[in-house]
């Protein structure tokens, strides 16, 4: 043994370092060491010195300011290793949120912000085609009362001391509810003004009419009128049951206004209006294929058509939203008297959908692959739409060519577009399904890039011929979905593989693997517990 005057022997660097797999710790000190050890002095009567008391670096420290108590405190907390100092808190930089507001859900924020967004929208939006008295005094009265409910339900949970949930309930559903029984008033008025002139020639319009403001109240009102997770209520059964109830309810009146119009439509044509006929019906095929994809999924629950489906909903409410400043050609006037009325219910639908609810009863999913599977079913509505489309072109060349307004040019045009919006939908598809990874990928988003400038230049042409606004027939939905695909397929990153590497043929597979179970599943009547399995 070496003399104990040098130090014990494991402190010495030819034994720390003789082994590296045997640490110093490992091993016990002798009776010397333990001795050598007790006969240091002691220090721990010494007292350090005073180190300056520092500011944190994001703070201002006036150079006058003598009084240490004066200058803020800082954490001198050590780190386990007993000489890095540990990292201050960062002060905030945004007003502090009150306790009972931080238990509020973002997803029951979206769902308020969208709601107000629509009721507001609706005071600066028509309403109806014609003044009907003291009854627009009702809508309007009954809007405010709406919108200003929803931040009244803020205000009264964010208070130091919060009022009691069910005062907070009730606030919601005595905003909401007038508005509600107002707009679906409305409807069945136009309804009963409508059945008397079903028939007849209306060159100076319905009776009454429902605008763009009737949807979006409906859709407000349906938002907002649902109870939040931070007013006490927990979706159970019974709230899960009535969401799906409303649901069929909702598709049942949607299907009753396709009825109506089916009737009005042939006793036109009957009454010697066949080019008008032919126009309305062309227009109602579109409008039907765009609701019963979104009330089908919303009733069947599978979970990729009802992201998508509720995604195509929210677009078209936000489209309503802005229909002052796009003029859209769905979100026109309508009534039962002239044409489909649509529009409200399928918005209404779509409120429902996203309710709590609702949204509890899917199985939902957002992996990487599920992109893959988003734009696979964005190339199947974009062909069924645009399918659906061509059909109704092609009636619109025959009611050109029998009215003789010389637009005939035009449509055919237009039928060419549509066939070319087809094509490259199926196509789209048959990549992401057949394809390798790589060229499933690189040929998809191409043929999104070629939908996009198919759907610009018809738009460009149908803007320039008859100031048409974009739509499904006029290319505005082919503009959508060939950004649609090309963000799907291009911005997620693909799924890592063992060695942490992506792996976008891993990522088309279990996309591929997943789409078959869903198809099979969906064949035999059990779309909603395909995702389950998947």
């Given at each position: 043994?070496?003399?104990?005057?040098?130090?014990?022997?494991?402190?010495?660097?030819?034994?720390?370092?003789?082994?590296?797999?045997?640490?110093?710790?490992?091993?016990?000190?002798?009776?010397?060491?333990?001795?050598?050890?007790?006969?240091?002095?002691?220090?721990?009567?010494?007292?350090?010195?005073?180190?300056?008391?520092a500011a944190p670096a994001n703070v201002f420290v006036d150079p006058d300011v003598e009084d240490e108590a004066e200058l803020p405190d800082i954490d001198r907390q050590r780190a386990r290793s007993g000489d890095t100092p540990s990292v201050p808190a960062p002060l905030p930089r945004f007003a502090v949120i009150p306790a009972p507001l931080k238990v509020i859900s973002r997803w029951d924020i979206a769902r308020d912000a969208l709601a107000f967004a629509c009721l507001f929208s609706v005071l600066i939006s028509s309403?109806?085609?014609?003044?009907?008295?003291?009854?627009?005094?009702?809508?309007?009265?009954?809007?405010?009362?709406?919108?200003?409910?929803?931040?009244?339900?803020?205000?009264?949970?964010?208070?130091?001391?919060?009022?009691p949930l069910r005062i907070a309930r009730t606030i919601r559903y005595v905003g909401q509810l007038p508005l509600l029984v107002v707009t679906l008033g409305y409807i069945g008025y136009d309804l009963f003004r409508s059945l008397p002139v079903l028939?007849?020639?209306?060159?100076?319009?319905?009776?009454?009419?429902?605008?763009?403001?009737?949807?979006?109240?409906?859709?407000?009102?349906?938002?907002?009128?649902?109870t939040r997770g931070n007013e006490g209520m927990v979706p159970g059964e019974r709230q899960k049951s009535l969401a799906r109830a409303t649901i069929l309810v909702l598709t049942g009146l949607f299907t009753a206004s396709l009825g109506v119009f089916l009737v009005m439509a042939v006793g036109r044509a009957v009454q010697g209006e066949p080019e008008y006929a032919l126009a309305v019906f062309a227009h109602a095929l579109v409008a039907l294929a765009i609701a019963g994809v979104i009330c089908v999924s919303a009733i069947n629950r599978q979970p990729s058509w009802f992201v998508f489906s509720a995604a195509a909903g929210g677009l078209l409410l936000l489209g309503a939203v802005a229909d002052n400043s796009l003029r859209l050609a769905y979100a026109a006037p309508s009534s039962y008297a002239i044409n489909l009325v649509w529009l409200p219910w399928v918005c209404a639908v779509f409120a429902v959908m996203v309710s709590r609810s609702y949204v509890r009863t899917v199985k939902l999913t957002f992996g990487k692959s599920d992109w893959v599977l988003y734009a696979l079913r964005t190339a199947e509505y974009?062909?069924?739409?645009?399918?659906v489309g061509f059909v109704a072109a092609l009636i619109l060349l025959v009611r050109s060519f029998l009215a003789g307004d010389g637009y005939t040019g035009l449509w055919i045009f237009t039928l060419l577009f549509l066939a070319l919006a087809v094509y490259l939908s199926r196509y789209a598809h048959t990549a992401m399904l057949t394809f390798d990874a790589d060229r499933a990928r690189s040929h998809a988003v191409g043929a999104g890039v070629a939908l996009f400038s198919a759907g610009f230049v018809s738009v460009i042409?149908?803007?320039?011929a008859t100031q048409a606004a974009a739509g499904v027939i006029t290319g505005g939905l082919a503009l959508l979905v060939g950004i649609a695909i090309g963000l799907m397929l291009t911005v997620p990153v693909p799924i890592l593989d063992e060695?942490?590497?992506?792996?976008?043929?891993?990522?088309?597979a279990d996309a591929r693997r997943r789409w078959v179970l869903v198809v099979r599943d969906c064949g035999k009547g059990d779309c909603a517990e395909a995702q389950e399995e998947a």
């Open positions: 043994m070496k003399d104990s005057q040098q130090g014990p022997e494991w402190e010495t660097e030819e034994e720390i370092f003789a082994d590296p797999h045997v640490r110093h710790t490992e091993k016990l000190p002798t009776r010397d060491e333990i001795a050598q050890y007790a006969l240091r002095p002691d220090t721990s009567a010494q007292e350090p010195p005073a180190l300056p008391k309403y109806t085609w014609r003044e009907v008295g003291y009854r627009e005094i009702a809508v309007l009265i009954t809007t405010v009362l709406a919108l200003l409910s929803i931040p009244a339900c803020y205000l009264a949970h964010g208070k130091m001391r919060p009022v028939f007849s020639p209306l060159p100076a319009g319905p009776p009454v009419g429902l605008s763009v403001g009737v949807a979006l109240a409906l859709a407000g009102t349906l938002l907002a009128l649902e974009s062909l069924l739409l645009h399918a042409v149908h803007t320039v060695h942490g590497a992506p792996d976008l043929e891993l990522m088309f």
